[in-house]
């Protein structure tokens, strides 16, 4: 060898790049998981503070009754919702779709593929279900 040749061999620089193609390999089903989780806990909370609106506003109406639109939470005066609240709605990785009845509303929660695991679903019970969402019904498992 030629004296004064610094460097690292091909072989060298290879299996560095073997072992970080490893690790990355290990890391990326896992960050993926993490947030198909993340999704899933947010949208849990945000259809329990979806329902604890929803409840507020009946409660200030003369006759007792549940918002007609999402518009109602997010136009009063002060708002129940923020303005990023519409129906439908994409957020965290599921779609939100308001209904109402005449007995009450359903607020559903539908994952959109690889995003979320499962959909949620609440209505005028203010119980939080997995599954069973559908557009005028919440029926699943409590949670």
């Known amino acids: 060898m030629k004296l004064g040749k610094k460097g690292f061999t ?3 620089v290879m299996i560095v790049v073997a072992i970080i193609g490893l ?3 290990i890391a990326i089903p896992n ?3 993490a947030r198909v989780n993340a999704n899933d806990g947010s949208v849990k909370g945000d259809l329990r503070s979806f329902s604890t609106a929803n409840e507020s506003y009946r409660a200030a109406q003369t006759t007792p009754a549940y918002a007609a639109t999402v518009g109602d939470l997010t136009s009063a005066s002060p708002p129940y ?3 990023s609240w519409t129906s439908p709605m994409t957020k965290h990785g599921h779609t939100l779709t308001y209904t109402t009845s005449s007995v009450g509303y359903t607020q559903t929660a539908v994952s959109q593929s690889g995003s979320a695991a499962q959909d949620y679903c ?3 019970t203010g119980v939080l279900r997995s599954g069973g969402a559908s557009s005028n019904t919440c029926s699943g ?3």
Do not use: N
């Open 10 to 12: 091909l072989v060298e």
């Open 23 to 25: 690790l990355v390999a």
């Open 31 to 33: 960050l993926l998981r």
């Open 81 to 83: 919702l923020d303005s």
């Open 122 to 124: 609440i209505d005028h």
């Open 141 to 143: 498992t409590p949670l």
